[in-house]
């Protein structure tokens, strides 16, 4: 029984090989410059088998973009003698400067909870890496808080509408960026999932650049420190004293 | 109108921070106080970092401080020997302001005690300029001069050593005294991201007594060094002067200013500072509250 079990298993595998994918971006690089309000990502590709020919079976494509990681410390706010302060402090070491996550239905119902936890699919199973060792429940608490902070600010989502599927074969899905993303390079890992089950995952990159006078004002202020605050010294005296000859005449 | 800030990393509506600038400077040409204690606040509000706003907003305030110099040098309103004592004492202050910004932003208090200062701050000085106007204006209404100021200054100042004449400001007392308030004013600017003018210029009216045509043109003297030296000193350490920003703000600010200059020779110095005081009030009002009521976000996220 155990034998006939193994064999169906067996030939059940060999029948649905691992598909490949073949992902691409719609920009691979997302230029920052004057009027930058955000921008939409398409990330889109194939589903294939490793012969190349159409795969040919339905997989949950997931696809997750997430920014440079950087250690940051969360605080948390709480009211003493009548008045709200910063009380309790942790630090993570690698918390994701933008998170977005794309599905076409809940992730819940994609893939269990421990499948999740290891490809970091959804907000609620990022990998922060806590600094120090506080006991899970404190650990959930914090890591819920920055979350939803991060929520807030539109730099974490969570879309399970953002992916269509075509003919088994094509996907994409949608991505927005705000303005106020980091720049870096940022990845975007595709995942195909069967039965709760990844079977075939594929990274392609986003790099996020300042251009034009942007980057110049920004190596400037961190180059050369002293020239860019006196320059900016400069403009506000020229500007003001401008403004006054300015109005004088009127 | 979108427009991207650099530094800040974030895009902004354009006209709104001009509109920001513009009553930042209707505030500095109409009281001489910078304004900086309504845009940094505002600025922040708006979602601008509070290191940028605090930096950029200094940087306003030095544009729409020049002009209301130059307007109020040529009617001989800045007594410029008092004016040099207090940007000595502001540039210490801007340095050991610094020291104490550094100290708090590590202990993750800077933001408590920012506001916490703002409000024992703008609540003391906001009353005390509104009972002062509030009397003033009642004893005119009834008829009666008002009561003859029985001391010029402080008694406290007449204690210190050492006696200097400043003619403009119609004073003969210890030039330590406009110094330490030099002193706290930088500090303050550093820390709040003011320009120091709504402590400076009750300050110079109630503790050194100066003669009230000289307070607003000396105290904008004192706000356009102690900002320069506040801009180069963000620029040095938190590399947090956003141009594009400052530049928007500017825009407003050297406009406003001039409107603000305008009023200020037409309406009645009472009535000025009785509105100045309100303002205050207000603002020290809206802190207090920010700080009791429960905040929209309890967490804070900051980059190591």
Known sequence: MRVLAALLAFFALIGAADPILVPDVSQ???????????????????????????????????????????????????????????????????????YAVASAR???????????????????????????????AQQAHYAQGLVSLMRGKGLYQQDEH??????????????????????????????????????????????????????????????????YGLMAVAISVLMGWAAGRLFALV | MDV?????????????????GALTGVLSGLFGVGGGFLTTPLLIFYGVPPTVAAASAASTVTGAS???????????????????????????????????????????????????????????????MAKESIETMLAA??????????????????????RWRFYRSGLYISPLAPLLLGVVGGILTMLLGIGGGFIMVPAMLYILG?????????????????????????????????LVLGFLLLVGSVSGAQLGARIGQIASPVTLRLILALIVLAVGLRMALGLTWQPGDIFTVTVL
């Open chain 1, 106 to 136: 809940p992730l819940r119902d994609i893939v269990d909870e421990r499948t999740a936890a290891i490809y970091e699919l959804g907000l609620d199973s990022l990998q922060l890496s806590p600094a120090a060792s506080i006991d899970p």
């Open chain 1, 28 to 98: 691979h690089q997302v230029q920052v410059r004057q009027g930058f309000t955000g921008t939409q990502l398409l990330l889109f590709g194939a589903i294939l088998t490793p012969e190349g020919t159409r795969a040919g079976r339905d997989y949950d494509i997931v696809v997750v973009l997430e920014g440079p990681a950087r250690p940051v410390v969360l605080r948390e706010k709480e009211k003493v003698a009548g008045v709200w302060v910063n009380a309790h402090s942790t630090v993570f070491r690698s918390m994701p400067s933008f």
């Open chain 2, 210 to 242: 100066m003669s009230a045509n000289v307070v607003v043109g000396t105290s904008l003297f004192q706000i356009l060094f102690v900002t320069i030296a506040t801009t180069l000193m963000h620029a040095l350490t938190t590399h947090a002067v956003d």
């Open chain 2, 66 to 128: 020049v002009s209301g110099v130059f307007a109020h040098g040529q009617r001989g309103g800045v007594d410029y020997q008092m004016g040099g004592v207090l940007v000595a004492g502001g540039v210490l202050g801007t340095g050991i302001g610094a020291v104490l910004f550094s100290i708090l932003q590590r202990l993750g208090q800077i933001d408590t005690a920012i506001n916490l200062l703002y409000v024992l701050m703008l609540g003391s000085i906001g009353s005390l």
């Open chain 2, 4 to 20: 991207y800030l650099p530094i800040a990393n974030l895009a902004v509506n354009g006209l709104i921070i001009i509109g920001l």
């Open chain 1, 162 to 227: 953002a992916v269509t599927v075509k003919d088994q074969v094509l996907y994409q899905a949608r991505i927005s960026l705000p303005s106020n993303v980091q720049t870096g390079v940022y990845t975007a890992e595709t995942f195909a999932i069967r039965n709760g089950r990844v079977v075939a995952s594929a990274i392609s990159e986003v790099e996020v650049v300042k251009v034009g006078m942007e980057r110049g004002i920004e190596d400037f202020s961190r180059r050369r420190a002293l020239s």
């Open chain 2, 141 to 162: 209404r009834r008829g009666v001069a008002p009561p003859a100021r029985k001391r010029r200054h402080h008694p406290l100042v007449a204690l210190l050593p050492l």
